[in-house]
């Protein structure tokens, strides 16, 4: 997310021609939270389905649970800062801006910004833990050690520029404060690249389940359903992509910045509905009869830990039953 004057504080000044009928007076800020509460309920409320299907299996919480509750809680607090960037008059031309906002919005925008671009660092993290989990191949776990290392820190980079970008700090809102700031192309550049790093992650992380979900021989069928459910972070990665193709007008008009916030708060909460997806499929499941049992080969069954009652050998192929497996799941 880019909120009001995330590059300095030299736009969103009244014009003398505020009244001026021929100037266009649109305000965003009613859309911009309609759209930011729609997707931060949204995605509670599928993270919270996530949170059920897993009591219901009775499965403990794990790290990437505890991250991807953690990301929400960012998008939430940015979701409330931008709030308030609203009632500050964010969504509207710079000529329409109160004179008395210049000084409040600016600040209240490095928060929501901030938070933003936490939610989706902190979402993709949960994701790679959570295949990190289901991986035993090696080289898997090494890219997504790499991915998780290296996304923080280039995200974090982003983040840490919010505060940085000027000195005294002070003059991040306030232009009459003597100092210095980054240029806005420089910093421009550094959010694109942090931009299109993530949704290159997005993409990575989605192909990553079709990876692992290939070595195991269940159905084709099932393997696509869950293959197809864990890729659902291509939409975010979409996102983040869309984020970065807008982000250069942040050096225009404050109304021109509201995409660009709204498209970062999408790409955490679109990110945190793709990481909660697949394991809604305990919903789905649970009701379900006449399961055919799943035919695994034994180095499935070492990797996936499978107790050896559980299992019936028939030639080279193992045979578990739906029920047993559903147990073992369940334990797992």
């Known amino acids: 997310m880019a909120a009001f004057r995330l ?17 266009r007076h649109d305000d965003l800020g009613p859309l911009l939270n309609a759209v930011f509460w729609t997707l931060t309920s949204l995605s509670f409320f599928i993270m919270a389905l996530r949170l059920y299907c897993k009591y219901l299996r009775g499965r403990y919480l794990w790290w990437d649970d505890y991250v991807l509750m953690a990301s929400w809680v960012a998008l939430c607090v940015s979701a409330a800062t931008t709030t308030v960037c609203v009632a500050l008059d964010y969504g509207k031309h710079g000529y329409d801006i109160r004179p008395e906002n210049l000084p409040k919005m600016p600040f209240v925008a490095v928060f929501a910004g901030f938070f933003s671009v936490l939610s989706a660092s902190w979402s993709k993290t949960s994701f ?32 840490l520029t919010m505060w940085t970008k000027c000195r005294p700090f002070a003059k991040i809102w306030d232009e009459s404060v003597d100092g210095w700031c980054i240029p806005a192309s420089k910093i421009i550049t ?8 993530s ?15 290939s070595k ?41 910045t509201v995409a660009v916030t709204i498209w970062g708060g999408a790409e955490g909460a679109l990110t ?28 499935d069954l070492h990797r ?29």
Not at 199 to 213: E, F, K
Request: with cysteine.
């Open 7 to 23: 590059l300095g504080p030299r736009q969103a000044r009244p014009d003398d021609n505020a009244s001026d009928s021929s100037l």
């Open 128 to 159: 790679a833990l959570t295949l990190l989990r289901l991986s035993s191949e090696r080289w898997m776990r090494v890219v997504l050690w790499f991915i998780m290392v290296t996304l923080n820190a280039i995200m974090g980079a982003a983040m």
């Open 190 to 197: 550094l959010y694109q690249w942090s931009a299109g790093y």
């Open 199 to 213: 949704g290159t992650i997005d993409i990575v992380l989605a192909l990553c389940p079709w990876i692992i979900l």
């Open 216 to 256: 195991l021989t269940t159905t084709r069928r099932e393997k696509f359903g869950v293959a197809i459910a864990m890729s659902m972070g291509v939409i975010a990665g979409v996102a983040s992509f869309t984020k970065m193709v807008k982000l250069p007008q942040l050096a225009g008009d404050p109304v021109d």
């Open 272 to 299: 945190i509905i793709a990481a909660s997806i697949p394991v809604l499929r305990a919903l789905i499941r649970r009701n379900k009869r006449d399961i055919p049992p799943a035919e695994l080969s034994p180095n």
């Open 304 to 332: 996936l830990r499978v107790p050896a009652s559980f299992v019936t050998s028939e030639g080279s192929a193992c045979r578990i039953e739906h029920g047993d497996l559903q147990r073992w799941e369940e334990k797992y």
